[in-house]
């Protein structure tokens, strides 16, 4: 099936950021088949669906750990591993798969709701969290944990990614709505074995590897005092060979930074749990001269804590500027991108992050009936991003689609029931603290 959708203004966020006046997408079979303005679209009778407001691709979340939805506002005020090591591991340690599915349900409808049409997750029970992305209807980057802690075997997590993997295909799902990958937890939680393990089995199988890189300044001593530094050591056990996606990298040296773009690691900027666990300031304006690709990341919503990407947009273009005392760091536009074609590169995807020929038909309707647009549509292109990027953000979002598939209508999802999804949430949640 064929359909075109209109609007005033349409955002594909190609790499120079353009504004599409009068704009039309076209999707068949839920990929776009054309992006561009209405005089030069091709002759279709496919139905029309217009849209008054603003047409931007469904934001890419780099990173998250989504079902600690359950989890959200506990030890708010600690630094990051006491945070791991007193609150939160220990409420982990509790959890069943269905309380899992439960928190993943309600934090893809949250990040749906705000315009997050795929995230990047790590996280336990990764068989019940895509069964909670298949009822809503989103996309998923997707990895069970593979970290060494009492009770839990790294061997055997590794070997179940494998058989997963082998079984179902990297992508499987409605629309390729499901990515596996492997969930490698950090140099800190795991011995240089296991990570030359996982890098050799995800090459194999050529997965993404999504791992936490230098987050906290303590939190990798011995590795630095061994290796010179986690991607040195990432590098030297053949994991930077693959496709890999390293989380946070506050921490880096100009040689780590060199590091990643020579080997095409992708990063995933979390600026919302950087500030909030006092973690430090990422070296994003570096990050980007090196062309290094770089998306945005909320991070589990509880050490930011909520799941909405537009947040992360404007923390980025903040920090940035505040960080170097440099307010052209990082412009509007720059920061839109980082939330959408960003994050896809940065995860080692074509498919999603723009609105282009080929790619999935994941996109997000903004309704500018709102105070941010007080001065109409018809403003220069740098004001209309600016309007959208600093005064708008996730309260606009009004109707989001998945590979073409509605998914939201009218701030509302469409395939899950939210009130029932909040009750199953708060029932997981209230056990977990009990």
């Given at each position: 099936?064929?359909?075109?959708f209109?609007?005033?203004?349409?955002?594909?966020?190609d790499p120079?950021c353009?504004?599409?006046?009068?704009?039309?997408?076209?999707?068949?079979?839920?990929?776009?088949?054309?992006?561009?303005p209405?005089q030069?679209?091709p002759?279709?009778?496919a139905?029309?669906?217009?849209?008054p407001?603003?047409?931007v691709?469904?934001l890419?979340?780099?990173?998250?750990?989504s079902?600690?939805?359950?989890l959200r506002?506990?030890?708010?005020?600690?630094?990051?591993l006491?945070?791991?090591?007193?609150?939160i591991w220990?409420?982990?340690?509790?959890l069943?798969?269905?309380d899992?599915?439960?928190g993943?349900l309600?934090?893809?409808?949250?990040?749906?709701h705000?315009?997050?049409?795929t995230?990047?997750e790590m996280?336990f029970?990764?068989e019940e969290m895509?069964e909670?992305?298949?009822t809503?209807?989103?996309?998923?980057?997707?990895?069970g944990?593979?970290i060494?802690?009492?009770g839990?075997d790294?061997?055997?997590?590794i070997?179940g990614t494998?058989?997963w993997?082998?079984a179902e295909g990297?992508?499987?799902?409605?629309?390729?709505r499901?990515?596996?990958s492997?969930?490698?937890?950090?140099?800190?939680?795991l011995?240089?074995?296991a990570?030359?393990?996982t890098a050799?089995s995800?090459?194999?199988r050529g997965?993404l590897?999504?791992i936490?890189?230098?987050?906290a300044?303590?939190?990798?001593e011995?590795q630095?005092?061994e290796f010179?530094?986690?991607p040195?050591?990432?590098?030297?056990?053949g994991?930077?060979?693959?496709r890999?996606v390293?989380?946070?990298?506050?921490?880096l040296?100009d040689?780590?930074?060199?590091?990643?773009?020579a080997k095409?690691?992708?990063?995933?900027?979390?600026?919302?749990?950087?500030a909030?666990?006092?973690?430090?300031?990422?070296?994003l304006k570096?990050?980007?001269?090196?062309s290094?690709?770089?998306g945005l990341?909320?991070?589990g919503p509880a050490?930011?804590d909520?799941?909405?990407l537009?947040e992360?947009?404007q923390?980025?273009?903040?920090?940035?500027?505040l960080?170097t005392k440099?307010?052209?760091a990082?412009?509007a536009?720059?920061?839109l991108?980082l939330?959408t074609?960003?994050g896809?590169?940065?995860?080692g995807?074509?498919?999603i992050?723009a609105?282009?020929?080929?790619?999935?038909?994941?996109?997000v309707?903004?309704?500018t009936?709102d105070?941010?647009?007080?001065?109409g549509?018809?403003?220069?292109?740098?004001?209309?991003?600016?309007?959208?990027v600093?005064?708008?953000?996730s309260?606009?979002v009004q109707d989001?689609?998945v590979?073409g598939?509605q998914?939201?209508?009218?701030?509302e999802?469409?395939?899950a029931?939210?009130a029932?999804?909040?009750?199953s949430?708060?029932?997981?949640?209230a056990?977990?603290m009990?």
């Amino acid at each position: 099936m064929s359909r075109r959708f209109s609007a005033p203004v349409v955002l594909p966020c190609d790499p120079a950021c353009s504004v599409i006046r009068d704009g039309i997408v076209e999707v068949t079979d839920g990929r776009i088949t054309y992006c561009g303005p209405a005089q030069q679209a091709p002759a279709s009778d496919a139905p029309v669906t217009a849209l008054p407001g603003i047409l931007v691709p469904g934001l890419v979340n780099a990173h998250a750990h989504s079902p600690m939805t359950l989890l959200r506002g506990m030890g708010g005020d600690l630094p990051l591993l006491r945070w791991l090591n007193e609150v939160i591991w220990p409420a982990e340690a509790k959890l069943r798969a269905e309380d899992v599915r439960a928190g993943m349900l309600l934090g893809s409808l949250e990040m749906l709701h705000n315009g997050v049409t795929t995230s990047a997750e790590m996280y336990f029970h990764a068989e019940e969290m895509a069964e909670a992305v298949l009822t809503t209807g989103a996309r998923v980057v997707l990895g069970g944990p593979i970290i060494d802690l009492p009770g839990l075997d790294w061997r055997r997590m590794i070997a179940g990614t494998e058989k997963w993997i082998d079984a179902e295909g990297l992508v499987f799902g409605p629309g390729d709505r499901i990515e596996l990958s492997y969930a490698a937890h950090s140099a800190y939680m795991l011995p240089p074995e296991a990570l030359r393990l996982t890098a050799e089995s995800a090459a194999a199988r050529g997965a993404l590897v999504q791992i936490h890189v230098a987050e906290a300044p303590n939190e990798d001593e011995k590795q630095r005092a061994e290796f010179g530094s986690v991607p040195k050591l990432l590098d030297r056990v053949g994991l930077l060979d693959g496709r890999v996606v390293a989380a946070h990298a506050v921490h880096l040296s100009d040689e780590d930074i060199a590091l990643f773009a020579a080997k095409g690691v992708g990063v995933a900027h979390c600026p919302g749990s950087n500030a909030k666990l006092a973690s430090g300031f990422a070296r994003l304006k570096d990050l980007r001269a090196a062309s290094v690709a770089v998306g945005l990341g909320t991070d589990g919503p509880a050490s930011n804590d909520d799941l909405d990407l537009w947040e992360e947009v404007q923390l980025s273009a903040m920090l940035a500027r505040l960080s170097t005392k440099d307010s052209t760091a990082l412009s509007a536009a720059d920061a839109l991108l980082l939330a959408t074609r960003g994050g896809a590169e940065a995860l080692g995807r074509t498919d999603i992050g723009a609105l282009e020929a080929g790619r999935w038909a994941d996109m997000v309707h903004i309704d500018t009936d709102d105070f941010a647009f007080a001065a109409g549509l018809d403003v220069p292109d740098e004001q209309l991003l600016a309007n959208l990027v600093w005064a708008s953000g996730s309260r606009r979002v009004q109707d989001v689609w998945v590979a073409g598939d509605q998914v939201i209508k009218d701030g509302e999802p469409t395939r899950a029931d939210r009130a029932k999804a909040l009750a199953s949430a708060k029932e997981a949640a209230a056990r977990l603290m009990g």
